[in-house]
């Protein structure tokens, strides 16, 4: 779970990230529902964005089961309430029945709640909220994710060199 009193909003971020990933690989939707905003949506490799439901459900059902998750960089960038990490990790996941092996990079959006920080779908302006009008499953998810490239993500107050050092396997 998070830690109550974070030294920073940054590691505030990066506590709730660690969670997810956590959960993710001990397929923990129930915990999971609890970090991502109800707009949430994932945007997996082939381009298709899965409503935070529906992603939810595959996690539950065990449809899409994360195996590993290894962090090789992590960066965090906070302003005004809102938060961009950018991840470069090595995903380890079976998803119907296929299972492989994949080095990405996530861009995830968080925004401060009356909770602590949540996981909100990317948006134009990243502010970490869903920009007017805007339908989920447009424009990428929070957890948009491509092939590796160099991420120029500032971190506050950090060497954006800095891993996070999240590496979870089950």
């Given at each position: 779970m998070t830690t109550p009193d974070p030294a920073s909003p940054s590691d505030a971020v990066l506590d709730v990230f660690r969670d997810q990933c956590r959960w993710m690989v001990d397929g923990r939707a129930e915990l999971l529902d609890t970090i991502l905003d109800?707009?949430?949506t994932a945007q997996h490799i082939t381009g298709y964005v899965s409503p935070k439901a529906e992603w939810l459900g595959q996690v539950r059902s065990g449809d899409f089961a994360y195996h590993s998750i290894r962090d090789e960089g992590t960066t965090?960038?906070?302003e005004d309430g809102a938060a961009t990490l950018v991840s470069r990790a090595v995903h380890e996941v079976?998803?119907?029945?296929?299972?492989?092996?994949?080095?990405?990079?996530?861009?995830l959006r968080y925004a401060h709640t009356a909770t602590g920080f949540k996981a909100f779908p990317r948006t134009r302006d990243h502010s970490g909220r869903p920009p007017e009008?805007?339908?989920?499953?447009?424009?990428?998810?929070?957890g948009e994710t491509r092939t590796p490239d160099p991420h120029a993500a500032?971190?506050?107050?950090?060497?954006?060199?800095?891993?996070?050092?999240?590496h979870f396997r089950r």
């Open positions: 109800d707009s949430f965090v960038d906070v079976t998803l119907n029945g296929h299972r492989g092996r994949y080095r990405l990079q996530s861009t009008g805007d339908r989920p499953g447009h424009r990428g998810g929070a500032r971190s506050a107050g950090r060497d954006p060199g800095v891993s996070a050092e999240v």
